[in-house]
């Protein structure tokens, strides 16, 4: 499976921006992690082909994973922007009966500042 994100960018503290992966064929979960610098890579969200979702604690409530099953694509949408969320942020995708990424996507840099 190939992965192809899109979407970073530069946006200021309290702006929106959305991240976009899309994968060569179905698979059951496709989610994001993200590195910023200096600092080991995190878990962000996940959505399983049910729809069910699952988000870290630092972005819950202001991040929102969803999927086009048409398109084998996942959306990533980052509202109420932190400084924090700087980070080159990766898109992965894991097949049934796996508990850890099978697959992943290139980085896609996200820069908030002001």
């Known amino acids: 499976v190939q992965l192809q994100a899109s979407g970073g960018g530069l946006v200021q503290p309290g702006g929106s921006l959305r991240l976009s992966c899309s994968a060569s064929r179905s698979i059951w979960s496709m989610g994001w992690y993200r590195q910023a610098p200096g600092k080991q890579r995190e878990f962000v969200g996940v959505i399983t082909g049910a729809g069910d979702t699952n988000y870290a604690a630092a972005v819950k409530g202001r991040f929102t994973i969803s999927r086009d099953n048409a398109k084998n694509t996942v959306y990533l949408q980052m509202n109420s922007l932190k400084l924090e969320d700087t980070a080159v942020y990766s898109c992965?995708?894991?097949?049934?009966?796996?508990?850890?990424?099978?697959?992943w996507g290139q980085g896609t840099l996200v820069t908030v500042s002001s």
């Open positions: 992965y995708a894991r097949a049934v009966g796996f508990t850890s990424p099978n697959y």
